[in-house]
Structure formats: C-alpha cells, structure tokens
C-alpha cells in the first residue's frame, strides 16, 4: 500500500510510475493546460488537436476518445486539455470507483451538454457499468429501471451531448463494445530524453528554480522516459541543492541527490538492481524460475513481475525465456560483470 504523503515515496520506489493522491495534487501545479504547453507525444497532440478544432467548428461534441498507455504520461493531462480547448466543464471518476451499474447512471443523467466525463483505468468499470456506457455513449440515453421483479420497467431517459475520455493503461482488457464507441483512440508512447528536459524546463520554471541543462540531461536520462518520474526526481533534486547543497541545481546536486536515493544512471532503484544482481551472480545469469528469483531478493513473485521486470525487460537487461528468466548483455555490462560462457541456446 502506497503511503500518502509524499515524502513518503522516497522510501518506496521513486522511480515507479504510478502516484497516490497526494503526489498528484503537487503534479496539479506542473501540469500544462493547453497543446500548446504540452511536449511530446506530437502524434497524439496533433490528431487530437485537430478533432476538437473541427468538433468546435461545428458546434458539436466532439468523439468519444480513448486514451492508452503507461501509467504517468499524461493521459490525465490530456483529458483536462481537451476540456479546456473544449472550453467545457470536466467532470472526472475513475472505473474503480463506479461500482454498479446506477452509480454511472447518476454521473450521467447530471452531465451538462458539451461537459467531458474522465473516466480513468476505465478498464476497471464493473460489467453492467459498462454495458449501461455503451448505449450512452451511442445513444446518448439511459434506461432508468422502476420497480422490481417481474413489475420493473425501463424508462429511457434523454441525455446531453457530451465526450466521454477514457484513460486506460491495459486497453487489451476493454471490452470490444465499449472500445468500439470511440471515435478517436490514441496511444502514449515513452518520451525521448530531449523531451524529458524541456519538461524539466518547463516544471522547474514554474518551482521557481534555475535547472543547469548538464543537470536537467542527467535527471531525464535517469527518468525511464516517463514525465511523471522526471518532475519527482527533479523535487528530490531540489530537496538535496536546498538542504545539502548551495541552492544550485547543477550536475553535481543532480548526482549528489540520485546517489542518496539510490537511481542509477539508466533509471534502477534497489529493486531493480537486486534483481539483476541476484540473476548474474547467484544463478549465473539464468535461465531461473520467477519464484525462485523472487525468493533470492526476498520479494514476492508478483512484486519482481509486474513491478521491476517490465522496465527491465523493455531495457533489454533481462529476458523471459520458456525455461525462465536470463540476464542480457546489457546486464552484465551494466553491473561491471565478466558473463560466463554460452553453454547452449536460449528459447524465447
């Protein structure tokens, strides 16, 4: 369970791309508000700039639109985007949080004409929520159902025009139905380390603090191409110039301050090395099962799958083979390790 303050996060991962509310309303005040204060992801940022300029045009809502992608870039600062260029109210629930079919009834039957409903990890919405949001999305109507039993009755209820964004990070689990109701679908891809550092620009502009570029290059190359963990490193960074340094933000603070809290030059906190560690010198590089690298490092095995092994795997430092996991090269290289010799072929 993620801890709710933000300082907290430091003794956790500070590299993971999810947030608790706390973090989010501190990221509130870094995010843009229009495209054009908004970098990367310049397809997206293209086409979805041009259905709302042609939806506005005509007077219209304009589609539905799903947005995809890892977590922590942007997909919420997206949705508030296209509400502003809208110039329409937004109003914002998460599919977690409608736990039955009546719960999005009620947001539905109170939205205005032309309002945005975000509905983030829409992929968690219940299956009759779900079902009642394909014909409002369609049909813009609602069947409120009176009574019980054998005596119940739907009545239809007319809704407003209005744009449902959904934010998803598993799009594979989306139902077809619901997916096919939107109009527009983009997806987020990582960011390049030159766009890390026009973030980091942009967010140390508006804490109020100078960021020298060898410093801003060294905190987005360490980011794991992900905004989100970008502006937390530069907090930490700003942390450690005020409190141990002389208020700088340069390359020495930027390295001073990553070192304290353990991230590597490629982005690897103590997890991730743990694994990596533990794969090239207690099993000599693999091929292992995931429980019993998991038991080495003394985590569970869901932790090592599903929270260090797919940055480690996209990084190419490690890979999943049918007879478990190998250390890469890259692995090898980056821990300073000599790999033992081929003994045969590995099964991808």
């Known amino acids: ?127 009759p929520a779900a079902e009642l949001l394909y014909v409002a999305m369609e049909d813009f109507r609602v069947d409120v159902i009176v009574g019980k039993g054998a005596g119940a009755s739907a009545i239809p209820l007319a809704l407003p025009p209005f744009t449902v964004v959904g934010a998803t990070t598993r799009a594979g689990l989306l139902p077809a139905p619901l997916r096919d109701r939107f109009g527009f679908t983009g997806h987020l891809d990582f960011y390049a380390i030159d766009e890390l550092e026009r973030v980091l620009v942009r967010s140390a502009g508006l804490l109020g603090v100078e960021l020298k570029a060898d410093a801003g290059y060294e905190i987005a190359s360490r980011s794991r191409g992900t905004p989100r963990i970008a502006n937390r490193l530069l907090r930490r960074v700003r942390d450690w110039a005020q409190v141990r340094g002389d208020g700088r933000l340069d390359l020495a603070a930027a390295n001073a301050a990553l070192t304290v809290y353990e991230v590597d030059a490629l982005g690897l906190d103590r997890l991730d090395r743990s694994v990596l560690v533990a794969l090239c010198t207690r099993f ?65």
């Open 1 to 127: 369970m993620e801890d709710s303050s933000d300082d907290a996060v430091t003794t956790e991962r500070l590299v993971r791309p999810g947030a608790d509310d706390v973090e989010r309303a501190a990221e509130a005040a870094l995010r843009p508000r229009r495209f054009d204060e908004f970098v990367g992801q310049r397809v997206v940022r293209d086409q979805l700039s041009l259905v709302l300029e042609a939806a506005v045009q005509r007077g219209r809502a304009p589609d539905h639109v799903l947005l995809s992608g890892p977590p922590g870039l942007g997909k919420t600062t997206l949705a508030m985007i296209i509400a502003a260029e809208l110039g329409a109210p937004l109003r914002v629930t998460s599919g977690p949080a409608i736990q039955h079919a009546g719960d999005l009834a009620a947001v539905l039957s109170s939205l205005e004409e032309g309002e945005v409903l975000f509905l983030d990890e829409i992929h968690r919405l219940a299956r």
């Open 284 to 348: 000599g590089g693999g091929p292992v099962g995931l429980t019993t690298l998991a038991v080495a490092v003394g985590e569970e095995p869901e932790t090592v799958e599903t929270v260090a092994e797919p940055f480690l795997v996209r990084e190419g430092l490690i890979g999943r083979t049918a007879r478990g996991r190998v250390a890469m090269p890259t692995a090898w290289e980056h821990l300073g390790l000599t790999p033992p010799p081929l003994s045969g072929t590995l099964v991808f």
